[in-house]
């Protein structure tokens, strides 16, 4: 069993920088795809970053290309989301997710096994 936490969200102007981490129980964090998803009040969850289990391949969505980085230290079993030049579309719940089945990058949600709670970011205008 894999248990992910999520820290960082808060609230910043439009602009503004927020960096999240999520934090993965297990000695196996290497072995995990890791991404990040988000999702906004009446809208469906998005995949917003992944990042392969080495650190040396990520995908960005277009919505955050340019915007956000998606990084990893697996000596500290952490998973980060850099955003940069929010905006308030950016605006949802964020959550990290990993999947030990797949070895590559997905932008569906269902090639993940292991969610976690979730971390509000709100972006003022």
């Known amino acids: 069993q894999v248990q992910l936490v999520e820290s960082g969200g808060g609230l910043v102007q439009a602009g503004g920088s927020l960096r999240l981490s999520c934090a993965a129980s297990?000695?196996?964090?290497?072995?995990?795809?890791m991404a990040w998803f988000r999702q906004a009040p009446g809208k469906e969850r998005e995949f917003v970053a992944g990042?392969?289990?080495?650190?040396?391949?990520?995908f960005n969505a277009d919505s955050v290309k340019g915007r956000f980085t998606i990084s990893r230290d697996n000596a500290k079993n952490t998973v980060y989301l850099q955003m940069n030049s929010l905006k308030p579309e950016d605006a949802a719940v964020y959550y990290c997710?990993?999947?030990?089945?797949?070895?590559?990058?997905?932008?569906?949600?269902?090639?993940?096994?292991?969610w976690g709670q979730g971390t509000q970011v709100t972006v003022s205008s």
């Open positions: 997710a990993a999947t030990v089945r797949l070895s590559g990058i997905v932008r569906d949600g269902r090639g993940y096994d292991y």
């Open positions: 990042i392969s289990r080495s650190g040396g391949s990520t």
């Open positions: 297990g000695r196996t964090f290497s072995t995990y795809v």
